[in-house]
């Protein structure tokens, strides 16, 4: 299918790993310029060369590497202008802030609970802030943002996300009504468990915890999903790469569960 990227400019966040690595690896391969935002350098500089290889040959699609840390505000803005000024206006929007730390109400702390608003919504809040006036003005936009399961069902031992995820997933809907008459859409796809770096450390966590190896960890999560396996991110990011494409016009305002049909509930 031609997702009809080829030229549009994208701004993904958390992009030098997990969801947001893969899914600038399927922008670049639709022939999409990539502005690549992450805290890291190095690794950034590491995805930033693979997404390049990403891009078809002769495309003339960019990929841009920007350090920056999209709970800092000051630092956001400077990202984004830099996009803006190398790649040009930003069509793509991944909202991809990462997910708050593990813990139960008693493990956490005011400053944890200040620090995961920081990072779980306000980034998200401040990244369409900048981004989607330029996407409205100009009449055409796609905002993708990753929130998780816990936007449905509470999980256990993750009180950041299932509180604070909810948030995310209110402002999407309310942003893709208010953006839907100028032919922009907003969505917000739900992971569950999948193959990540973060989902390595809370597998290291309950290790730790419970004195469980590494596969019973898997075995008693799998154990939990039908599909019986954790998902691939990028199974993940097919599912924002359609998201954003022309074909997915007509979808807004949508919450995509990704989860291999762990949340039980019908919403």
């Not at 922008?27 to 930033?48: I, N, P, S």
């Not at 040959?57 to 990202?79: C, E, K």
């Not at 802030?129 to 936007?151: F, I, N, Y």
Request: charged share 15%; proline share 5%; net charge negative.
């Amino acid at each position: 299918m031609d997702l009809g990227l080829a030229g549009r400019t994208a701004l993904v966040t958390g992009g030098s790993r997990g969801f947001g690595l893969a899914t600038a690896l399927r922008l670049a391969a639709a022939g999409a310029h990539v502005a690549l935002v992450a805290r890291g350098t190095e690794a950034l500089a590491t995805a930033a060369a693979a997404v390049s290889a990403a891009a078809p040959a002769g495309s003339g699609a960019r990929v841009l590497p920007v350090a920056a840390d999209v709970a800092d505000d000051p630092g956001l803005r400077a990202a984004v202008a830099r996009v803006e000024a190398e790649l040009g206006p930003i069509d793509l929007l991944l909202v991809n802030g990462g997910g708050p730390p593990a813990g139960g109400f008693a493990d956490l702390g005011l400053a944890d609970w200040e620090a995961a608003y920081r990072l779980t919504f306000e980034s998200a809040l401040r990244t369409c802030h900048l981004v989607l006036p330029g996407m409205l003005e100009r009449r055409w936009g796609r905002v993708v943002a990753v929130t998780s399961v816990s936007v449905y069902q509470p999980v256990e031992n993750l009180m950041l996300s299932s509180v604070l995820r909810p948030a995310v997933q209110a402002l999407v809907r309310t942003l893709a009504l208010e953006a839907a008459p100028a032919g922009v859409t907003v969505n917000a796809v739900a992971p569950g468990f999948h193959l990540t770096s973060a989902v390595e450390r809370l597998i290291v966590r309950k290790q730790e915890q419970t004195g469980a190896t590494r596969d019973e960890v898997l075995a008693g999560w799998t154990r939990d999903i039908p599909l019986g396996r954790l998902g691939e991110a990028d199974e993940l990011a097919a599912l924002v790469a359609f998201l954003m494409s022309v074909p997915a016009g007509y979808i807004t305002g949508q919450c995509v569960v990704a989860d291999g049909g762990w949340v039980k509930g019908t919403f």
